[in-house]
């Protein structure tokens, strides 16, 4: 059993790059799919990208293609996400997710996901 822990969120402004951190305080994430979704307050929590426990593919949302940039590191086992050009629209809070069984396709569906973070809050001020 895994436990995300994110990291690396707050108030930003707009145009600026932002790197979210997910990282396990327990077990390791390296044999698990990873996502990160995140969620506006009084909508449902949305995908916004995935990796494959390889780290060989990845998967995103359209409307975040070409600004986000999801990647995995497993020496340090942390997930991360990367966001270019921030703007007042990322604001939201970010999930991350393990998948509820090990390797596999990464998939989409929050229902996928068995194993979340906290959140982490982004704020993009303009």
């Known amino acids: 059993q895994v436990q995300p822990v994110e990291s690396g969120g707050g108030v930003v402004q707009a145009g600026g790059p932002l790197t979210l951190s997910c990282a396990a305080s327990?077990?390791?994430?390296?044999?698990?799919?990873m996502a990160w979704f995140c969620q506006v307050q009084g909508m449902e929590r949305e995908f916004v990208a995935s990796i494959r426990w390889s780290g060989l593919s990845t998967s995103y949302r359209d409307s975040v293609k070409g600004r986000y940039t999801i990647s995995r590191d497993h020496d340090e086992n942390t997930v991360y996400l990367q966001i270019s050009y921030l703007k007042p629209e990322d604001t939201a809070v970010y999930y991350c997710?393990?998948?509820?069984?090990?390797?596999?396709?990464?998939?989409?569906?929050?229902?996928?996901?068995?194993?979340w973070g906290q959140g982490t809050q982004v704020t993009v001020s303009s």
């Open positions: 997710a393990a998948a509820t069984t090990p390797y596999g396709t990464a998939k989409e569906s929050p229902r996928d996901y068995g194993y």
């Open positions: 327990g077990g390791t994430l390296s044999n698990y799919n």
